[in-house]
C-alpha cells in the first residue's frame, strides 16, 4: 500500500512540474511589458530596468523558469547575504519562512508557503488575491456538486426502477438538455427569468456575491444569492450522475448475486437500497470527485454572469488587464486542487478494492 501512494504521489508531481513549466512557458512568451504597466507609460527607462531586474526578467529564459521553481516550491534554497542576488531571501517576498540548515557559505535552505508572484496592476501578492477569492469559489463549487449529486442520484435511482416508463424517459430528455446546454447560456436564461421575470415571487436577485453591501455600507452574509449560480452550475454534473447512477444500477441489477439474495426472498427495495446500490456508486462518486475540481476552475463564465467575486471573476478581470502574475497563480493553484483531489480518490480506492492497487 505504501507503494502504491508513493507512485500516485510522484504521479501528481510530474503532472504538477507539467502544469508549471507548460504556465510559465506559455505566459513569459506573450506580448507586454510588466515594468512599464506597473510604473505607466511614462516611466523612465532607469525604472523600467530596476523593475525588470527585481522580477528576473532580466536574466536569460532558463534562469527565470529556475527562479520561479524556487519561489514555488515550499523547500527552496536562497542567498542569506549578498542582496543583489536574484535568491535573496527578502521578507517583502517571503513573509512568512523557516531557516533549516546551510548549503553553502552564502547559501541556506528554507521551508516556505509558495510565492506567487505580485501583481502588476495592484502590486499585491497572488497568493494574498487567491487567499481572498477561493472560499467563495470552493463554496459555489461544494454547493453545486451538492445539488446535482443529491438531486441526480435520486433521479437516477428512480429512473432505474422505473426502467422504460414516461418517468425515466423524461429524466434522460432532461439529461441530454442539461449536456448539451452550455452553462453560460444557461446562467443567462435562468439569471434573467428568475432574476428578473420572477424576482417579485422569487425574491432573487440576478446579480450579487456571497457577502453584500446594505445601504448603510455594512457587508452582511446574503446566502439567497448563492441559489441561482448554484443551480445553474450544477445542471451539467446533475445531468450527467443521473446517466450514471441509471446505467450503473441497471448493471448492478443484472447481476448473479442480485438473483440470488432475490430468489432468498429479499424484497426489491430492500436489494436496491442495501445490496446494489451501494456497488453502483462507485463510478459515480468518482465523477463526483473528479466534476468539484473541475466546477471549481470551470465556475468563471457563472462567476461573471451573476457577479459572484470568487477567483474565476479575478482572473477574467487579470486577463483584460494583462495581469499575468495573477491569471498564472490561479492556473496553478486550479492544477493542484485537481492533483490532490485525483491523488485522494485513487488512494481511496486502493484502500477499499486492492485489485486497483495491483493495476
Do not use: C
Not at 30 to 48: C, H, K, N, V, Y
Not at 185 to 203: E, K
Not at 204 to 223: K, P, R, T, W
Not at 228 to 245: D, E, K, N, S, V
Request: charged content about 15%; aromatic content about 12%; glycine content about 6%.
Amino acid at each position: 500500500m505504501i507503494k502504491f501512494i508513493v507512485k500516485r504521489l510522484f504521479y501528481g508531481f510530474l503532472v504538477l512540474l507539467g502544469v508549471i513549466t507548460v504556465v510559465f512557458l506559455l505566459f513569459n512568451v506573450l506580448p507586454g511589458d510588466p515594468a512599464r504597466m506597473m510604473l505607466g507609460q511614462r516611466a523612465d527607462q532607469a525604472s523600467i530596468d530596476a523593475i525588470n531586474k527585481d522580477l528576473g526578467r532580466d536574466k536569460p529564459m532558463t534562469t527565470q523558469f529556475l527562479m520561479y521553481l524556487n519561489d514555488l516550491s515550499p523547500l527552496s534554497v536562497h542567498e542569506s547575504t549578498n542582496k543583489e542576488h536574484y535568491l535573496y531571501l527578502s521578507r517583502e517576498k517571503y513573509s512568512s519562512y523557516v531557516k533549516l540548515f546551510p548549503v553553502s557559505s552564502s547559501k541556506i535552505m528554507v521551508l516556505k508557503y509558495p510565492y506567487l508572484r505580485r501583481s502588476y496592476i495592484t502590486k499585491r501578492k497572488v497568493s494574498d488575491i487567491v487567499i481572498e477569492t477561493l472560499p467563495e469559489t470552493a463554496i459555489l463549487a461544494f454547493s453545486s456538486i451538492t445539488f446535482g449529486a443529491i438531486f441526480g442520484i435520486l433521479l437516477g435511482i428512480f429512473s432505474a426502477i422505473k426502467k422504460n416508463s414516461w418517468f425515466d424517459k423524461s429524466s434522460l430528455i432532461f439529461a441530454i438538455f442539461g449536456m448539451a446546454l452550455p452553462s453560460f447560456f444557461m446562467g443567462l436564461l435562468i439569471a434573467w427569468f428568475f432574476g428578473f421575470v420572477l424576482r417579485d415571487y422569487t425574491g432573487l436577485n440576478n446579480v450579487g456575491s456571497l457577502y453584500a453591501i446594505d445601504d448603510f455600507g455594512d457587508e452582511h452574509l446574503d446566502l439567497k444569492n448563492l441559489i441561482l449560480p448554484t443551480i445553474t452550475l450544477g445542471l451539467r454534473p446533475l445531468a450527467i450522475i443521473i446517466q450514471l447512477t441509471r446505467s450503473s444500477l441497471l448493471d448492478v441489477l443484472s447481476q448473479d448475486y442480485i438473483r440470488t439474495a432475490t430468489a432468498k426472498g429479499l424484497g426489491f427495495y430492500n436489494v436496491v437500497f442495501k445490496h446494489a446500490l451501494k456497488n453502483a456508486l462507485n463510478p459515480v462518486i468518482t465523477a463526483i470527485s473528479g466534476w468539484f475540481a473541475g466546477l471549481m476552475a470551470g465556475a468563471v463564465f457563472v462567476e461573471i454572469i451573476f457577479n459572484w467575486k470568487g477567483i474565476g471573476y479575478e482572473v477574467v478581470d487579470a486577463l483584460n488587464k494583462n495581469d499575468l502574475p495573477v491569471v498564472m497563480g490561479a492556473t496553478l493553484v486550479f492544477a493542484m486542487i485537481f492533483v490532490v483531489i485525483n491523488i485522494g480518490v485513487d488512494i481511496v480506492y486502493g484502500i477499499l478494492d486492492p485489485r486497483v492497487r495491483v493495476q
